[in-house]
């Protein structure tokens, strides 16, 4: 796939990630013990032969440049290739943050330009997939299409999904973006597209100097009758995470055996950062049922159904239960903790309890003692 | 321009070795490629000292199965070795002119690499063995080669008395100096043994290697050769005493060992570390474990990847390895990517790579102590499969 090159935005402006995503963009959110959400994508795209890739941040990007370095983890420190990231400032003379994809895209033809690439496959990194885009481009070459939305089918679980309809052909007739929750399943947009560059272009242009600078809401909504927009269905599993709740069901979800096949072991490899941690100790006291645990840990307590990342520490008489702890998270003796999402260098101290619901868990900010 | 890529000291890793006294579990890999310890394999220890320790150029001498050693090595990236000057070279031996030879012993194949040596015009060289689990920092050891202003000087590690006629013994003065040395003496008079780690003067060493090829008599070997000869000239060879844990792997039953004191914490090994003090290994992108509700697991090491039903303990499951419902693995090593299938018990045992134990298949027993020295381990050979509802006897070696 050398004709595709690729843009990620590491944030989206519409998450809810509340506290999760203070100290770092959502590309950077840890995931499912050893992962960072922006993981999936890079790995997907380096499976698929793209890499030429530039990231596209608004504001708290240093722990996603902590993370991606030179790319060596993906294999994309090579000379022909590689990662280019673009901090905020450089978009734009006012230094202030982009407003839309428009705006971002505007602010980086440069580099759009720069690629030989006839192609260029957008992306947002809150995606946890595990897809070669091979056969997107072939769908793509085969409709002739103008921008190709990749969709995966579930429930609005909240707002702000984007709803598609197409027709047998896989031609989108109607795509909406929902403004409440909704039980009925559909095809939603995962906000990945393939298009043509050079088609690209001339659109961000022409809709920047009218200052429309929202990508899916003034081109794509706008013009589905004009543009040739079809869909392409990525079954299997496919987690999207957009707030706290999708965030604590989607890293839970991979308890699940069959889940986990699908994002591991299916057609690419997913490589992360390589943190040469230890493998995990298990003291003679613990007591692990159903949960996921990263290299690095010392557990001599009570774990179920949990995630656990690397490095975290479960005392003797601590009890961790539905929930996920990330990175150096420690829990001291005789501390509970039950439906949380405790975030990267958090302790819990001795007999503190810790507790939320399954519908509302409680989120611990990074590096609080408790 | 020599002078651009000079590096003070030069490490030379001997990772030829066969390793017979290993079995099945080195009939398609050189003994330093042996996984180790749930993710690791035995030469990311010596590796990953010399990183720690500074020495950033490495040669790492093969002759035995060398295509997985070479490819697990690869650039040295893991290891942080991939350097622009130095880092990890992989020395096969190869033909020289009309001839070519393997590497006789151990002198030897520094010998045939004295031309990679000395594009680094290096004044030391540290010669390591691929086959042993500790962690050092060479550069301490360096520094007390400086002071005494030695011409070698040789790690040692005190054993106890009675296991003293099992080693090369160094007799030394109360300083340090060595004036003696016995390969495994029946009457011996230290127990200062010598752990195979060397550092020499290369000026020096290049002398006695270039001589010692020429002797038509010598086994070619430091211990048996280089180190007497030294001594009988009057070179000043001093010890240097390492404390702390170290263990030679070259048994099943102590390579077996070796992997349960990773439990014992007691034992002196420490595996951990922070920052620039970690033992590095090559990684293999596997998702974290997964310990199921089925499962029951106290006082084990388990790595990425490895998915687990059945009960683990007092064992290691190394990355991508299953153990699966009904399960029992007690006081075993579980090599990367093995599958135990449901209900087997797998006791006291080494299950290869990629191996399987078929259902309900019983491999090895519980033992309490180890007979005459040796424990009476159950091995599995790489890839190798255990019929449902078989038998592997302890000490039995299948594959």
Redesign the interface.
Known sequence: MNNVMSVIFASDQESKLNELTIHRTAASLPFCGRYRLIDFALSNLVGSGITNIGIVTRSNYSSLMDHIRMGRDWDLNRKNAGISVFPPFVLNASREMYKGKIEALYSIHGFLEHGDEEYVLLTNSNVAMNLNFEEVFAAHLAKGADVTVLTYRGYPSTSRRMIVSADDDGRIEDLYITEKPDTKEHWMALNVYLVKKDWLMEVVEYQYARGNFDWEKDVLTKQVKDLKLYEYRVEGYVAVIDDIKSYYTENLALLDVENREKLFYGEGVIYTKVKDSVPTVYGQNATVKNSLIADGCVIDGVVENSVLFRGVKVAKGAVVKNSIIMEHGEICERAVVNYAITDKNVTIREERTISGYESYPVVIVKGKTV | MKQRNKKECVAMLLAGGQGTRLGVLTRDVAKPAVPF???YRIIDFPLSNCINSGIDTVGVLTQYQPFELNQYIGNG??WDLDRLSGGVYVLPPYMRGAAGEWYKGTANAIYQNIAFIDRFNPEYVLVLSGDHIYRMDYDAMLHHHKKNEADCTIAVFDVPMEEASRFGIMNTNEDGSVYEFEEKPKKPKGTKASMGIYIFNWSLLRRYLIEDEADPASKNDFGKNIIPKMLADGCKLWSYRFEGYWKDVGTISSLWEANMDL?DENSGIN??GDGSN????R?S?????????S??????????GA?VYGE?RDS?IS?GAHVGAGCRIIGSVILPGAYVANGAEVLYSIVGENATVGAGAVVGAVQTAAVGGEWQIAVVGPGVKVPDGGKVNPAEMIG
């Open positions: 310890g749930g993710k990236q893991p439990l595996i951990g970690r033992i590095y290994a990684n992108a596997e998702p974290p474990q997964y310990i199921s509700s499962a029951t697991v106290s006082h084990a090491i388990i790595s990425e998915t683990v290691i990355h």
